[in-house]
Each structure stands twice: as C-alpha cells, then as structure tokens.
C-alpha cells in the first residue's frame, strides 16, 4: 500500500491491534482500517464505533503499556511479551518491519521486560487454579517432591492440573467419576490415573488433595480423611475444595492434621494479589514514561511526524 511504509498486527485473545507508519496521517489510518475490515468479519461502519486510534509518542506509549501487560483483562499476565516478539518476527519475515516500528517494539519490549523484574506487578496467583495452589503451596512449605491428588477432570481440574506441573512434585494423580477423562487429564500433565472413589491408600499417599467436580454432594468425607491421616502417620494433609456446591465435608476443619481451604480463602487470595499488583502497577506506569522518553530521545526526536499509528 503506498500510503504504507510499515505495518505491524498484533492479534491475542481480546484484541486485535495494527501498527503502522506512512508519510500522511488520514491516508494511513485509512490503509489500516480497509486492511482490518477486508480480513475480519466487521463491517466499515461497525469498525468506526468500536476502533480506537492512538498517533504518535501516544501509539509508542500504548504498545509499551501493552507489552507491559497494563493494559491486558489480567493484569500482570505473562503472555503478551511473547505475543508482541510474535507480532514483530511476524512483521519482519513479511518485509514490514521498518526501522520506526522496529525500534517501537525493542523499546515496549525493555519496557515489559523492566516492568516485570523491577515491580510486582506479576506477583500472587490471579487465577482461581493458581490460587489453589499457592495457597498448598504456603501451607506446605513448598511443594517439592510432594504427592499432589486431583480429583475431578473438569475445566478447573485441568486449570490446577496444569498449574501443579513444574512445581518440583514429585506425582501427580487424577481421579475422576469418569476414567477415560482422568486418563486424558493425566497424560496431558504427565500424571497418573487413578479410579474413583479415590482409596483409603491414595488419599493417604497425597500430601495436598485438590477437589473441583461438579458433584452435587460431597465427594470426600471427614471419615475418611480421617482415616487417610491416621493411616499417613505423619505431616499435614492440605485439602483444597474448589467445587461449589463443596466437593469437601466442611467437618474435616476439626481434624488437626487437616489444612481445609475453600473458594472463600481462593477468592480472598486472588483479591488480596490483584490489589497487590495494582498497586505495583503504577510504578510500571514510570518505568512505561522513562523508556518512552528514551527512545523519543533517541530515535524520533528528529522526525516526529514519523511516529507509528496505532488502530
């Protein structure tokens, strides 16, 4: 396109951005709305009320806030700084990638790099999974080498399956009223399956349990949690209910060698590490202003009128 000199798309789950330069403003916006329309299932005019534009040191400071993860649904989250070196090898291997825009995304990258090491803007679980198993993971000072049971094969099931895999434990087990999806959900985080009801030998062999079926009563008794502890001999038992209606007999809370948390303590966590990385977000918010004004310094200081558009 020749009102085009350099393009950029960066594309996730909840938003579809594209970067360009040109030598006039009106044409470029244009060029990049055509090409969004041409390839997507919106219209001209609906494209019109939903578009947002950025010009500028404004365009350069929003990719920067976006590789920082400022501006994501989850705040903090760690996947946009691969997305945004994704967008640019993209750009490159097309023959887009320009210097202007080059240079945009070497600059939001350090920032997102600095934003994650210097704040806490990435600290505490956000994720209902995660939390569940930060919060075993702090009762049980650490979780290296330690035996962790997952009961249920669900999507939350899987979400703290998924999030136990690279914790050092030591194995994994699935159980589910459904073998065929334990031994999915097993094979997916390299554990192993195991039949339900869960046996008085399994449920004393873990040393965190984590329950999230859709079972419409209790699936883990106080009997026999009791039972499982008395069988272990040693060390506490961490049990975390994540169904709702409880997958767990809130009666284990008189049992001494049992630690019982339930989506109340999960939402309290998730809350307590958002507020957290909130407040860690405004000092990402300086680190964004010192690196913009770096590389305005540095690069756009002569030619302004060159700055990327952002749609």
């Excluded at 990719?63 to 997305?83: H, K």
């Excluded at 995304?105 to 806490?120: D, F, I, Q, V």
């Excluded at 192993?192 to 062999?205: D, Q, T, W, Y």
């Amino acid at each position: 396109m020749p009102a085009v000199n350099e393009a950029l798309v960066l594309s996730t789950c909840n938003r579809t951005e594209l970067y360009g330069a040109g030598p006039d403003e009106g044409a470029l916006r244009a060029a990049l709305g055509c090409a969004l329309v041409g390839h997507s299932r919106l219209s001209a005019p609906e494209l019109a009320r939903v578009a947002y534009v950025e010009r500028g040191a404004a365009a350069v400071r929003h990719l920067m806030r976006v590789a920082a993860s400022l501006d994501s649904a989850l705040l903090g989250e760690s996947e946009i700084q691969g997305q945004v070196k994704h967008a640019q090898r993209l750009a490159a291997l097309n023959g887009s990638l320009g210097p202007i825009l080059e240079s945009s995304c070497r600059a939001a990258l350090a920032a997102g790099s600095r934003a994650r090491r210097e704040t806490g803007i990435a600290s505490g679980a956000v994720s209902t999974a995660s939390a569940a198993v930060e919060l075993a993971r702090n009762e049980l000072e650490g979780l290296l080498g330690r035996r962790a049971l997952v009961i249920g094969a669900g999507r939350m099931a899987d979400g703290v399956a998924h999030a136990l895999r690279g914790r050092g434990l030591k194995e994994i087990t699935v159980a589910s009223r459904t073998d065929a999806h334990a031994r999915a959900l097993a094979t997916r985080v390299g554990g192993r399956p195991i039949r339900f009801p869960v046996r008085l030998e399994e449920l004393a062999a873990a040393d965190v349990v984590i329950s999230a079926t859709a079972a419409p009563g209790h699936v883990l008794a106080c009997a026999a949690l009791e039972r499982a502890v008395a069988a272990r001999g040693h060390g506490r038992l961490v049990v975390v209910d994540m169904a709702v209606p409880r997958d767990v007999d809130p009666a284990v809370n008189v049992l001494s060698a049992v630690t019982l948390k339930d989506v109340d303590d999960l939402s309290r966590a998730v809350d307590r590490n958002l507020a957290l990385r909130r407040r860690e977000a405004r000092v990402a918010e300086r680190i964004v202003d010192a690196e913009l004004e770096r590389v305005l310094a540095r690069i756009f200081a002569s030619d302004a009128d060159s700055l990327p558009t952002a749609a």
